[in-house]
């Protein structure tokens, strides 16, 4: 067999190093922080493996990294510099705009909005599962029409 090499998300590996560099370690200490082998780390900050869901979520908490950043290069690296985010109100104490937008919306769609800015790894699984709807409509795969019987 084959050992192929497959890289995963562009640029994932390049935005993982910023962030060990950003906080000044080392790979060795990336990855003990992280609680993988240095091997893995190495191969995750290559683009060659995507890390478990239980190092996202150490980047996550940890680092506070967001995962839209991580994943996809949209936003700041960061969730503190997301202004508001976490309590979903202004420096001011006003609710923000993102809130009053979500009023107008229904309760359903209102709470699930509200879970995808709260859980960053909820909002990845259900982005990746639009790009793949995306993706089979612009191709005009049969996927397209699975993809809208499975969503009514």
Same mark, same amino acid.
């Given at each position: 067999?084959?050992?192929?090499?497959?890289?995963?998300?562009?640029?994932f590996?390049?935005?993982?190093?910023q962030?060990?560099?950003q906080?000044?370690?080392?790979?060795p200490?990336?990855?003990?922080?992280?609680?993988?082998?240095?091997?893995?780390?190495h191969?995750n900050?290559?683009?060659?493996?995507?890390?478990?869901v239980?190092?996202?979520?150490?980047?996550?908490?940890?680092?506070?990294?967001?995962?839209?950043?991580?994943?996809f290069?949209?936003?700041?690296?960061?969730?503190?510099?997301?202004?508001?985010?976490?309590?979903?109100?202004s420096?001011?104490?006003?609710?923000?705009?993102?809130?009053?937008?979500?009023?107008?919306? $229904?309760?359903?769609?209102?709470?699930f909005?509200?879970?995808?800015?709260?859980?960053?790894?909820?909002?990845?699984?259900?982005? $990746?599962?639009?790009?793949?709807?995306?993706?089979?409509?612009?191709?005009?795969?049969?996927?397209?029409?699975?993809?809208?019987?499975? $969503?009514?």
């Open positions: 067999m084959t050992n192929i090499k497959r890289k995963v998300l562009p640029g590996g390049q935005r993982l190093r962030i060990r560099i906080f000044n370690l080392s790979c200490e990336m990855a003990q922080k992280l609680g993988i082998d240095l091997s893995t780390y191969k900050e290559q683009g060659i493996y995507f890390p478990s239980r190092t996202l979520n150490l980047l996550h908490k940890d680092f506070d990294v967001s995962m839209d950043w991580l994943m290069e949209n936003g700041p690296l960061q969730f503190k510099e997301k202004a508001g985010i976490n309590s979903l109100e420096p001011g104490g006003k609710e923000s705009n993102l809130v009053l937008e979500l009023e107008s919306v $229904l309760p359903d769609v209102n709470d909005l509200l879970a995808m800015v709260r859980e960053p790894l909820f909002r990845h699984k259900v982005m $990746l599962q639009y790009y793949e709807y995306r993706d089979s409509k612009e191709k005009g795969s049969i996927g397209s029409s699975l993809a809208l019987q499975h $969503l009514s």
